[in-house]
């Protein structure tokens, strides 16, 4: 059985236990991570050729602008293929109740025809939000595991929960 994590995860300024705190690596690294290390999984950075800002306050306002127009940012690679995956997880801080447009610039186009999906998402207070819905709607054929939700601030400490998650839906 085969694994892949498609992330994207924000490290510097971001909102934590309700105050902006400098990070250096972002929580939903922390998820990618554990998942590769315990279930021997590929990892796929999203990355934006345009950077987001790395005030967070700006860099939401951007996310906001984003969702509403509906954008796909252009990333700094893209991945052609998935066929040898029988498990995907896609793994994104919930971002005004979604996961980041580049998260959508990544996966649209890719056949996740009999695949497994595993939504996991970081969070500061709203959980999955609507984030599972909005991948459903964009991937056909794929077989869809319960998201997990991962409270940001606990991400790091959050390597048991995240093995016994996956361990249930794998």
């Known amino acids: 059985m085969k694994n892949l994590v498609i992330y994207y995860s924000r490290k510097g ?12 690596k972002g929580n ?3 998820i990618a991570e554990y998942i590769q290390e315990y ?4 990892l796929f950075e999203v990355e934006t050729v345009k950077e987001y800002s790395k005030n967070y ?17 252009e990333l700094k690679r893209y ?7 029988d498990n995907v997880f896609i793994a994104g801080p919930c971002w005004w109740g979604t996961y980041p447009m580049a998260i ?15 939504p996991i998402m970081t969070h500061e207070g709203s959980g999955m939000g609507h984030s599972e819905a ?6 056909g054929g794929a077989i869809f595991a319960k998201g997990l ?12 929960k995240v093995i016994d998650w996956v361990r249930k839906h794998i």
Do not use: W
Not at 39 to 42: E, G, L, T
Not at 104 to 118: H, M, R, T, W, Y
């Open 13 to 24: 300024e971001n909102y934590v236990n309700g105050s902006i705190t400098n990070i250096s």
């Open 28 to 30: 939903t690294q922390y």
């Open 39 to 42: 279930f021997d999984a590929d």
């Open 57 to 73: 306050m700006d860099c939401i306002r951007e996310a906001q602008k984003e969702l509403d127009n509906n954008e796909r940012p």
């Open 79 to 85: 991945l052609k293929d998935i066929s040898e995956y």
């Open 104 to 118: 959508f610039s990544a996966i649209e186009g890719l056949d996740f025809n009999g695949k497994k999906v595993l």
């Open 134 to 139: 909005d991948l459903k709607a964009h991937i």
């Open 149 to 160: 939700a991962i409270h940001g601030a606990d991400a790091k400490d959050s390597r048991q």
